[in-house]
T-cell receptor, first 115, second 110 residues
Framework: GAVVSQHPSRVICKSGTSVKIECRSLDFQATTMFWYRQFPKQSLMLMATSNEGSKATYEQGVEKDKFLINHASLTLSTLTVTSAHPEDSSFYIC???????????FGPGTRLTVL | TQLLEQSPQFLSIQEGENLTVYCNSSSVFSSLQWYRQEPGEGPVLLVTVVTGGEVKKLKRLTFQFGDARKDSSLHITAAQPGDTGLYLCAGAPGDDKIIFGKGTRLHILP
């Protein structure tokens, strides 16, 4: 149980385009999901907390107008990178908790490359 | 700001040796998790420790939560090449979020 999926696993786009990444909890409902960003050989950095039915909470330094988060249902959160630039190239990972403990379960990640 | 300090940052040892990775903080956490991450994949949960002093074993991996719930350790016995990866500790300070350490990159040489 507690499986989280992400789609796509890899995406390459041109500078200036927008990219949407989906995060789904497959066998449980998640009122809260989290979006992380990871640069090579570094740890995970929390970008924002995605709340079902309400606005996301962004960490300091994360542009909410650039990284749009929508948590449309208890099993789906989406992250849209708008007007992507090469510096947005990174590994984006989502996670979700079951609500019964502090433990979070992570998706397999999405590798974004902006040319 | 609550921080989790992991040490060592890098560790390269021979197959069959034992090792310990540490995760320390000056703050109390309601729980600590250990994850292992391989390149190009998301972190995979290894264990969650909740009670101060708690010890959990997962085959050759032994996890301990400090009595004061401020630190944790991961001990691997007879390391194997398959243990190679990035080991991350993460703590829950009490709200929904978890905080990650910077990780320990472990490389087991065959």
């Amino acid at each position: 149980g507690a499986v989280v999926s992400q789609h796509p696993s890899r995406v390459i786009c041109k500078s200036g385009t927008s990219v949407k990444i989906e995060c789904r909890s497959l066998d449980f409902q998640a009122t809260t999901m989290f979006w992380y960003r990871q640069f090579p050989k570094q740890s995970l950095m929390l970008m924002a907390t995605s709340n079902e039915g309400s606005k996301a909470t962004y960490e300091q330094g994360v542009e909410k107008d650039k990284f749009l988060i929508n948590h449309a249902s208890l099993t789906l959160s989406t992250l849209t990178v708008t007007s992507a630039h090469p510096e947005d190239s990174s590994f984006y990972i989502c996670s979700a908790g079951t609500g019964s403990s502090d433990t979070q379960y992570f998706g397999p990640g999405t590798r974004l490359t902006v040319l | 700001t609550q921080l989790l300090e992991q040490s060592p940052q890098f560790l390269s040892i021979q197959e069959g040796e034992n090792l310990t990775v540490y995760c320390n903080s000056s703050s109390v956490f309601s729980s600590l998790q250990w994850y292992r991450q391989e390149p190009g994949e998301g972190p995979v949960l290894l264990v969650t420790v909740v009670t101060g002093g708690e010890v959990k074993k997962l085959k050759r991996l032994t996890f301990q939560f400090g009595d004061a719930r401020k630190d944790s350790s991961l001990h691997i016995t007879a390391a194997q090449p398959g243990d190679t990866g990035l080991y991350l500790c993460a703590g829950a300070p009490g709200d929904d979020k978890i905080i990650f350490g910077k990780g320990t990159r472990l490389h087991i040489l065959p």
